[in-house]
């Protein structure tokens, strides 16, 4: 609708431009504006509560059974594309694909390696912090789930989180964003373990608290000397820590996942979005006073321009 094709008077243009700064004002005013460094630390701690998954490309034969056991809890259909319509065949995690094996392979060296992708779950969660109307959660036992009805579709988390997990269904007429959310509504809720971890044949992904997984991990370091890439564990400390950690015979960039130093994305964010307020903070309250007078003294006009109908009988023109 053309609103320029609309004939008004002064009065109701000057209610359009007041109720049109309202909603923006309400509305541009995004969440990170509260945040700050300290409720981002650079370390975060993890709960006692909170739960992770533990990988260990050693043990993973590339069945897969974990993907379309996703697919059935989350009620997500599998993408036939590349095999025309036969099997479940994603290249990689998409609008209708949470979970996924690769396999990294150099064909020189014979050296391979499966790796299970979903959401890391991080600590403080870049896409959380980086969601300017709080659709995206760090619920209780650390899921990071995502709420339909505060995302505006920016697509801001696609780009914060560092692992690149947040997918956008470009072709749906309303469209979401597609992670993994520790199977949070459909079985964590009921004390069950995420759909992955429930069918792996081979325990290559087990579930349970994170402190207990970084414990089992450290033991299989220990108990086999070089097996293991660096003989650490990945997700213990990268961008703050995570809930999804790894163990791998390859270097961990090698299957896919990213090189990233101990401190918090969050943190990082809020250092910068806390200063950009910082010096925002004085234009904003401006505006918000300006905006406080404009409205009081329409209030007023509009009672003393019905005093003026009532004891003339003629409309009083703005």
């Given at each position: 609708?053309?609103?320029?094709?609309?004939?008004?008077?002064?009065?109701?243009?000057?209610?359009?431009?007041?109720?049109?700064?309202?909603?923006?004002?309400?509305?541009?005013?995004p969440?990170?504006?509260?945040?700050?460094?300290?409720?981002?630390?650079?370390?975060?701690?993890a709960?006692?509560d909170?739960?992770?998954?533990?990988?260990?490309?050693?043990?993973?034969?590339?069945?897969?059974?974990?993907?379309?056991?996703?697919?059935?809890?989350?009620?997500?259909?599998?993408?036939?594309?590349?095999?025309?319509?036969i099997?479940?065949?994603?290249?990689g995690?998409?609008?209708?694909?949470k979970?996924?094996?690769?396999?990294?392979?150099?064909?020189?060296s014979?050296?391979?390696?499966?790796?299970?992708?979903?959401?890391?779950h991080?600590?403080?969660?870049?896409?959380?912090?980086?969601c300017p109307?709080?659709?995206?959660?760090?619920?209780?036992?650390?899921?990071?789930?995502?709420?339909?009805?505060?995302?505006?579709?920016?697509?801001?988390?696609e780009?914060?989180?560092?692992?690149?997990?947040?997918?956008?269904?470009?072709?749906?007429?309303?469209?979401?964003?597609?992670?993994?959310?520790?199977?949070?509504?459909?079985?964590?809720?009921?004390?069950?373990?995420?759909?992955?971890?429930?069918?792996?044949?081979?325990?290559?992904?087990?579930?349970?608290?994170r402190?207990?997984?970084?414990?089992?991990?450290?033991?299989?370091?220990?108990?086999?000397?070089?097996?293991?890439?660096?003989?650490?564990?990945?997700?213990?400390?990268?961008a703050?820590?995570?809930?999804?950690?790894y163990?791998?015979?390859?270097?961990?960039?090698?299957?896919?996942?990213?090189?990233?130093?101990?401190?918090?994305?969050?943190h990082?964010?809020?250092?910068?979005?806390?200063?950009?307020?910082?010096?925002?903070?004085?234009?904003?309250?401006?505006?918000?006073?300006?905006?406080?007078?404009?409205?009081?003294?329409?209030?007023?006009?509009?009672?003393?321009?019905?005093?003026?109908?009532k004891?003339?009988?003629?409309?009083?023109?703005?």
């Amino acid at each position: 609708m053309n609103l320029m094709a609309i004939p008004m008077s002064r009065r109701q243009a000057f209610k359009v431009m007041i109720g049109f700064g309202g909603t923006v004002a309400s509305v541009v005013l995004p969440k990170p504006a509260l945040a700050s460094p300290e409720e981002h630390p650079a370390h975060p701690v993890a709960p006692p509560d909170a739960v992770a998954m533990l990988y260990d490309s050693t043990i993973c034969t590339g069945c897969k059974a974990c993907m379309p056991a996703c697919n059935e809890a989350n009620g997500l259909p599998t993408d036939t594309v590349l095999s025309g319509g036969i099997w479940d065949m994603p290249t990689g995690l998409n609008a209708k694909t949470k979970n996924i094996i690769e396999l990294y392979q150099d064909p020189q060296s014979n050296e391979f390696a499966f790796v299970k992708k979903q959401c890391m779950h991080c600590l403080d969660p870049a896409c959380v912090t980086g969601c300017p109307f709080g659709s995206l959660v760090k619920r209780d036992l650390g899921a990071v789930t995502w709420n339909s009805s505060l995302c505006i579709g920016c697509r801001y988390c696609e780009v914060a989180c560092p692992f690149e997990v947040p997918q956008f269904q470009w072709d749906s007429w309303n469209p979401k964003i597609v992670k993994c959310e520790f199977c949070y509504d459909q079985r964590l809720k009921e004390n069950l373990e995420p759909a992955c971890t429930a069918v792996c044949p081979t325990g290559a992904v087990i579930f349970g608290k994170r402190d207990a997984l970084l414990h089992q991990a450290k033991d299989r370091i220990a108990a086999a000397p070089g097996k293991y890439f660096e003989s650490r564990i990945y997700g213990e400390h990268e961008a703050g820590g995570t809930q999804v950690l790894y163990l791998s015979n390859v270097s961990f960039q090698k299957i896919g996942l990213p090189k990233l130093g101990p401190t918090s994305i969050g943190h990082y964010a809020t250092k910068v979005t806390s200063k950009i307020y910082k010096w925002l903070g004085g234009p904003i309250l401006m505006a918000g006073v300006l905006g406080f007078v404009i409205r009081r003294n329409w209030n007023r006009h509009e009672l003393e321009r019905l005093e003026h109908e009532k004891k003339t009988g003629y409309p009083d023109q703005l």
